[in-house]
């Protein structure tokens, strides 16, 4: 049983792992140099946040990529319903597309992009 839930969650943490060092590296290098630590790890809860944190700014009427970001939602769970090298792949797409939807936000509303 272990090894069989092992087996269906093993991607998701994966995921969710790269997707918080992508965070981390977007509140770091990416942000300007005399941002604070407490605005930098609001940088990184907003890159996690993903297509919710651009539609909660207001962001999502200029850069349609922040919708589309909430297909992710929709793909994420593919692998733990059904373990498979498909729905591993539309697994990582679909946080893919979620944190890259979080990264836009971020950088339209810091950098104005």
Avoid: D, Q, Y
């Amino acid at each position: 049983m272990r090894v069989v839930l092992l087996r269906r969650f093993k991607v998701l943490g994966i995921g969710l792992l790269l997707g918080a060092v992508f965070s981390l590296w977007t509140a770091g290098p990416m942000m300007p140099s005399g941002m604070h630590f407490s605005a930098r790890a609001e940088v990184w809860a907003a890159v996690m946040g993903g297509a919710f944190t651009g539609t909660v700014w207001g962001l999502a009427a200029f850069h349609a990529f922040i919708n589309v970001g909430w297909l992710g939602i929709l793909l994420i769970p593919a692998h733990p319903f059904r373990p498979g090298l498909l729905t591993a792949s539309l697994t990582i797409l679909g946080f893919a597309l979620w944190f890259f939807a979080g990264f836009v936000s971020v950088m339209a509303a810091v950098w104005g992009a």
